[in-house]
T-cell receptor, first 112, second 112 residues
Framework: EPEVTQTPSHQVTQMGQEVILRCVPISNHLYFYWYRQILGQKVEFLVS????????KSEIFDDQFSVERPDGSNFTLKIRSTKLEDSAMYFC??????????FGSGTRLTVV | GENVEQHPSTLSVQEGDSAVIKCTYSDSASNYFPWYKQELGKRPQLIID?????GEKKDQRIAVTLNKTAKHFSLHITETQPEDSAVYFCAASINAGNMLTFGGGTRLMVKP
């Protein structure tokens, strides 16, 4: 069964540093997403991406965040200057039109 | 925006019993309602979904019901097994490709 792949699985970074989280969505999917989950809490929407542009974003997705699809396979989330409260599990997801999401295995980001 | 409430937050049942998890949503424009199962430290996995043109959907031991007038939907698991133990999240969105708003999650514990 096709999978959404995320790297790294765990990233530790100093406060104020930039991080890039990487995702390889399922190859024939058209919609891509980033969600985050703070430990023990619910999954929260960050951003959706379709046709090479952001289609929706939440209040969490402020100017510190950006997404990019640099080539035909990768989908990245960049956090420019990390804060302690950015510590969370970040999930990438993808879907074809009209179907449910497939989530990746997540990147645990720890900001120290 | 959409708000999804989920109850109960924890649920403990004996193996073989049924489990019911309930969610309410606020946005009458929502039309797509998936349920995700998340095992500890793992990705959310879609287990069943329902669209607003359907009142009930069943897949083996799992069923979901939707009452669009009352804006609530429920997950029913029959003949529970220890491997059903996990956190279950409901979610809502306008369409299957749009952003999902998740409920707070239900930790289901099935005692052997």
């Amino acid at each position: 069964e096709p999978e959404v792949t995320q790297t790294p699985s765990h990233q530790v970074t100093q406060m104020g540093q930039e991080v890039i989280l990487r995702c390889v969505p399922i190859s024939n999917h058209l919609y891509f997403y980033w969600y985050r989950q703070i430990l023990g809490q619910k999954v929260e929407f960050l951003v959706s991406f379709y046709n090479n542009e952001i289609s929706e974003k939440s209040e969490i997705f402020d100017d510190q965040f950006s997404v990019e699809r640099p080539d035909g396979s990768n989908f990245t989330l960049k956090i420019r200057s990390t804060k302690l409260e950015d510590s969370a599990m970040y999930f990438c997801a993808s879907t074809m039109t009209g179907n449910g999401y497939t989530f990746g295995s997540g990147t645990r980001l720890t900001v120290v | 925006g959409e708000n999804v409430e989920q109850h109960p937050s924890t649920l403990s049942v004996q193996e073989g019993d049924s489990a019911v998890i309930k969610c309410t949503y606020s946005d009458s424009a929502s039309n797509y309602f998936p349920w995700y199962k998340q095992e500890l430290g793992k990705r959310p996995q879609l287990i069943i979904d329902i669209r607003s043109n359907v009142g009930e959907k069943k897949d083996q031991r799992i069923a979901v019901t939707l009452n669009k007038t009352a804006k609530h939907f429920s997950l029913h698991i029959t003949e529970t097994q220890p491997e059903d133990s996990a956190v279950y999240f409901c979610a809502a969105s306008i369409n299957a490709g749009n952003m999902l708003t998740f409920g707070g999650g239900t930790r289901l514990m099935v005692k052997p």
